[in-house]
């Protein structure tokens, strides 16, 4: 059975989470259960030296600064290339930007980026978002350490449908500063002559599927920064998607409600996975797309 094309005989028995900066694979934990209730292998791979927990990255955030995209994309292509069959690959944030990255390499049946980092290409930059990250942007001379923020910018930025005291519950149980060369990469990446490790070919007809997923009310990633970045694949014959939900956060993976988010994006990701197949050798990670 097909529809558009994609192929619907086998199902994927595997979930991939990526998380996104200033969270680790913890802010999957509902996910992570709610899909395995449903009778799925869920993995929330870490980042490299991101495999021990929240504390003692806060305690040596060594891990943290020595992160990079083209890193990141090479490890998790690894783990992914040890899979017999693809797997549905779901990101939140940075995490977002990754699958889109991994999609362009060929891994995964089928992908959603919820409230996505934009890769190369995308330019728009909402007034939200300029004040999100201006706590990092006025330290240039800090693009090699970390990027914190404090428990009111992490308000702003990721909580801020929620109130102040569940805010600095969810601070206190997931939030890691996040590694100042990855935000200054996205900042620059439309500045910087030549393709960078944030690239994606937007007119990749062989992709899987991809579904994006804003928050109306996200002010790091809004939906306009999440609708150019879908915009930009509209050359591709691939499928992509788009589906905003209305009054939700950037921490709309986390916030009341996000079993209603969880299940769209399984639901998506099922009518539109494509055929299991083997998933490429190891030999295949170790280079950015180009």
């Not at 996104?20 to 694979?25: D, E, K, Q, S, V």
């Not at 977002?96 to 409230?115: C, K, M, Y």
């Not at 439309?190 to 994606?200: D, M, S």
Request: with cysteine; proline share 8%; glycine share 8%.
């Amino acid at each position: 059975m097909s529809v558009n094309g994609v192929s619907h005989m086998q199902e994927p028995e595997t979930i991939v989470l990526i998380h996104g900066l200033w969270m680790t694979p913890r802010s999957w934990e509902d996910w992570a259960a709610y899909y395995g209730k449903r009778g799925y292998n869920v993995v929330t791979p870490p980042f490299p030296g991101f495999e021990v927990e929240v504390e003692s990255l806060r305690a040596d955030p060594a891990p943290i600064e020595s992160l990079s995209v083209a890193k990141t994309v090479d490890h998790l292509a690894l783990i992914l290339s040890q899979f017999d069959r693809q797997p549905i690959l779901i990101g939140h944030s940075f995490g977002g930007t990754l699958v889109q990255l991994l999609l362009d390499r060929g891994f995964g049946s089928v992908g959603v980026a919820i409230n996505s980092a934009p890769p190369e290409g995308v330019k728009v930059t909402p007034p939200s978002q300029i004040k999100s990250i201006f706590p990092i942007l006025r330290k240039p001379g800090n693009r090699d350490g970390l990027a914190p923020f404090t428990h009111e910018q992490f308000h702003y930025a990721f909580t801020n449908t929620m109130s102040e005291e569940d805010s600095l519950k969810v601070y206190e149980r997931y939030y890691i500063p996040a590694p100042a060369r990855i935000v200054w990469t996205g900042v620059l990446a439309n500045f910087t002559p030549g393709h960078q490790e944030a690239y994606v070919n937007f007119r990749n007809d062989d992709r899987a599927p991809l579904l994006f997923i804003a928050g109306s009310e996200d002010h790091i990633m809004p939906p306009a920064v999440n609708k150019s970045n879908a915009n930009h694949y509209r050359e591709s014959k691939a499928i992509t998607d788009y589906y905003e939900f209305e009054g939700r956060s950037h921490f709309t993976c986390g916030e009341p409600g996000w079993e209603a988010v969880a299940d769209y994006a399984l639901d998506w990701a099922v009518k539109h996975a494509r055929s299991s197949e083997v998933a490429r050798v190891v030999e295949t990670a170790g280079t950015v797309a180009d």
